[in-house]
């Protein structure tokens, strides 16, 4: 092969996965600056109210004076506090929010200078594998938060949310894996491929609809809820109400370490409903896509806006939900996850894994 | 034995139903009633470019009222500084020299006048104590500052301007003289 035309395709690839990666980091941190916003106009309209509007035009400059205004507080660290500890535990909750967004398709391949593109990070195989084990170690972020403050109320406060957070980690582990049974690949890729053709196999339906949701909504259920709890959303979000805690884990922090805190979350918040979005609807899989399949850039940019549209109508139903119930108090929280969620995740996998074999012994293919 | 009170209620402790363990329809039920307010009349008003109608005797912001030659009606007597319940008023007191009858009533005026309007309560309780008429509040609103020393209104302020009289017929007592 001639050597300069393997730097050259070298080159392209390199140069294409840098923008995506700060592409995705950029929309990453965009979205959930703007989801900030988002929950502010959501939760004031569905209390008979208007939202921020005095900030720019309909109140979209808002989340840059609320950044602004952590960056001119006073950053302040408690003389008895664990120093090191203090500093890293928003680094890591921060960190691990970014890092799930490496794994995840948005969008199929596009041609670019005679190459096709994966629109991906990192196509690595054990992708839904990386992203329960990147949202076990945030856990730490909060924990480490919790203790470096050397309160007691932010103790209980980390103590609750990480002992929340491995709790509901069973049963969102236990759902996923009803859906890795059924794509037969750990591969978000794989699963979001095998979302692209018609639903139930039936003809008279358009390709790109053969969403996961529509064979197993018990595990969309129960990976929905483990989801809010995950990212310490209400109604789960006991570790960091101010009703009960003061602040949680996060009483202690001021100006942009608090900002990274809160600013994790709504990172994470926008990572799950990605999660959600390409396991259980299809990912950039729509309606009709295999009529453009002779365009590969337009494919890929109409799969992405379509993902996007799924990502925010995730995100909305975050809010939705949020400023609806009520919270969970600790025991009902703990009973939710081990004695409602892992049982009827289990009776789900069962129940795929005896759907599985049937189907094989009756048309002899999985 | 009878209940104490009429009020008491019968707490049931039924055990939920299936539909209630669930908590699904609970909280879908809920959703849609969140879902159904954000398309209703919001109840907020765009303050300032939309007011609320005021009452007539509204209390904002204070006048020292001139007579009908033009003449500052205050004396500088300190009744309205000794009744005020949060001391905001102060006063220094002056003479009227020989050439000054037009620019004030009697032979004593105040030379500094000065209200703190951040320790102000706008209870009006000045406004009924002073003895002369000369002190009002109008229904303008004091605006807002980003000093503190831009609250405390001095003469200028509060002074009404020759050409921009305020209308306080409401409040005034039936019985002074319009003079």
Redesign the interface.
């Given at each position: 092969m001639n050597i300069i035309f393997l730097i050259d395709s070298f080159l392209v690839s390199f140069i294409a996965k840098c923008t995506i990666v700060v592409t995705i980091f950029g929309i990453s941190l965009g979205m959930a600056a703007y989801a900030t916003y988002g929950e502010r106009k959501?939760a004031a309209?569905?209390?008979?109210?208007?939202g921020p509007?005095r900030a720019g035009p309909w109140g979209l400059l808002q989340p840059i004076a609320d950044g602004g205004k952590m960056f001119f507080k006073e950053d302040f660290i408690p003389q008895a506090s664990e120093k090191f500890l203090f500093i890293m535990a928003p680094g890591i909750a921060m960190l691990t929010a970014l890092m799930t967004s490496a794994v995840i398709p948005w969008g199929s391949d596009i041609l670019v200078l005679g190459q096709t593109i994966p629109l991906q990070v990192a196509n690595v195989d054990g992708g839904i594998l990386y992203i329960l084990g990147i949202v076990s170690i945030g856990v730490y972020g909060i924990m480490i938060g919790g203790w470096a403050s050397n309160n007691k109320y932010s103790l209980m406060g980390a103590i609750r949310a990480s002992s929340q957070m491995i709790s509901y980690e069973l049963a969102m582990g236990l759902s996923v894996l009803a859906i890795i049974m059924m794509s037969g690949s750990l591969n978000l890729r794989d699963i979001v491929h095998g979302q692209e053709g018609s639903l139930y196999g039936l003809s008279f339906l358009p390709a790109g609809t053969n969403w996961n949701i529509f064979y197993q909504p018990l595990g969309f259920?129960i990976f929905l809820v483990c989801a809010f709890a995950e990212t310490n959303r209400a109604p789960f979000d006991l570790p960091e109400c101010e009703t009960e805690l003061v602040g949680g884990y996060h009483t202690e922090y001021s100006s942009m370490k608090l900002g990274f805190f809160l600013f994790a979350e709504y990172v994470n918040m926008f990572v799950s409903s990605t999660v959600l979005a390409t396991v259980y609807f299809g990912g950039f899989s729509f309606p009709g896509m295999n009529m453009l399949a002779d365009n590969p850039n337009l494919l890929a940019a109409v799969g992405f806006a379509v993902l996007f549209i799924k990502i925010i109508f995730f995100i909305f139903l975050y809010m939705?939900?949020r400023?609806?119930?009520p919270r969970f108090r600790y025991d009902q929280l703990m009973h939710l996850g081990w004695k409602s969620l892992i049982p009827l995740a289990i009776i789900n996998l069962v129940l795929t894994g005896a759907v599985m074999v049937l189907k094989h012994s009756i048309t002899g293919q999985w | 034995m009878q209940a104490l009170t009429n009020r008491s209620k019968v707490v049931s402790n039924k055990q939920m139903s299936l539909m209630e363990r669930i908590y699904l329809p609970a909280i879908l039920k809920g959703m849609s009633i969140t879902f159904m307010h954000m398309f209703r009349k919001r109840a907020t008003i765009n303050y300032p470019d939309q007011t609320r109608p005021i009452a007539p005797v509204y209390r904002g912001k204070h006048v020292l009222k001139r007579d009908d030659k033009g003449a500052e009606r205050c004396t500088a007597c300190g009744l309205c500084a000794v009744a005020c319940p949060a001391e905001a008023i102060t006063m220094v007191a002056a003479e009227r020299q020989k050439g000054e009858e037009h620019l004030y009533r009697e032979e004593k005026y105040a030379a500094v006048y000065e209200i703190n309007m951040l320790r102000c309560i706008y209870c009006g309780l000045c406004e009924e104590a002073c003895p002369k008429e000369a002190i009002f509040l109008t229904d303008i609103p004091t605006p807002t500052y980003t000093h503190r020393k831009d609250y405390i209104y001095g003469k200028d302020m509060l002074v009404e301007k020759m050409d921009h009289r305020y209308d306080t017929s409401k409040r005034q007592n039936h019985l002074v003289e319009k003079a």
């Open positions: 959501v309209w569905m209390q008979d109210r208007r509007n259920l939705w939900v400023w609806t119930i | -």
